[in-house]
């Protein structure tokens, strides 16, 4: 009897990758390349790898979830969203507490939305987990940097056309008032909003998997923050279900102690590490079961 191998591809989106310029489009407006906003280094070749596992694996797996940034131009971790004391732009990466906010060096371009932008860092802040980060911006819906990488877009709907599946696509990031990169549930969930929410139908979905094999980027924000959450709310005898797959994945440039911090504590929680060459034989045996 087949076991139930689910793959979770956490934001594997042009945007996050540092893709050659053979992969880069021309944009018919402007007439230049569009480059990715917020490549991660290695995950071109994240993305190559993980391609060919899918690929050569594909009649092992019982199915596959990715996850997808998607985010509105205005937003809370967006320069568009901010200006400093002078009302002179903020850069990208800079990161902003709420007593920067109180005391005038960073304010919201929209002064009216200086209340809920201050009850939002207040409660971001102690939970202890992140610091606002200005990023560029990203994953813009509708956008190229939006779509998945084209090499495991393929792979994947090969094995949608082969299997007679769908692939369980799961967006996050929409409500632009809280950061959210976990694909379990925000930071700040809003009340009003269930897709800031924990996402109990992707935990349950997960859950019933014999094993779940994580990849994605980028290693020290979004599969970190996914996985953390996984973890949370898996019982413990369910968290050796759990495989990272770790040359599938990368982490943002001068975030490599979070980065493997992260992978020590899964471990040491009973998650297990592993490449993807450990994992092929896996899928291959699945496949002639």
């Not at 979770?8 to 989106?13: A, R």
């Not at 925000?186 to 990849?215: C, H, M, W």
């Not at 899964?266 to 060459?277: H, K, L, S």
């Amino acid at each position: 009897m087949k076991r139930n191998l689910h793959l979770l591809v956490i934001d594997p989106q042009n945007d996050f990758c540092d893709l050659p310029e053979n992969y880069l489009p021309v944009d018919p407006v402007t007439g230049d390349r569009i480059a990715p906003a917020l490549p991660v280094a290695g995950a071109h070749a994240d993305m190559l790898r993980l391609a060919d596992l899918i690929n050569r694996g594909a009649a092992g797996l019982a199915g596959i979830s990715v996850t997808l940034d998607s985010h509105h131009r205005l937003d809370v971790a967006h320069p568009t969203f901010w200006m400093d004391g002078q009302q002179r732009p903020v850069n990208p990466f800079t990161q902003i507490t709420a007593a920067d906010v109180r005391a005038g060096k960073y304010q919201p371009r929209n002064p009216a939305a200086l209340p809920r932008v201050l009850a939002y860092l207040d409660t971001l802040e102690a939970a202890g987990r992140y610091t606002l980060m200005v990023w560029p911006v990203h994953c813009e819906m509708g956008t190229w940097g939006h779509n998945v990488h084209a090499d495991v877009r393929a792979a994947y709907n090969r094995w949608e056309d082969s299997a007679l599946g769908i692939v369980n696509k799961v967006s996050k990031g929409t409500n632009p008032w809280t950061e959210h990169y976990s694909a379990i549930q925000a930071e700040v969930p809003d009340e009003e909003d269930d897709s800031t929410q924990l996402n109990r139908g992707f935990i349950d979905l997960l859950a019933k998997a014999d094993r779940i094999y994580i990849t994605g980027e980028a290693g020290s924000h979004c599969v970190k923050a996914t996985t953390e959450h996984i973890v949370a709310n898996f019982a413990q005898q369910d968290l050796a279900k759990l495989v990272l797959v770790t040359d599938c994945m990368s982490a943002v440039t001068g975030f490599d102690a979070q980065y493997q911090g992260f992978v020590q504590d899964m471990a040491a929680r009973g998650v297990q590490i592993a490449r993807a060459a450990d994992v092929l034989p896996e899928l291959l045996a699945n496949a002639g079961r």
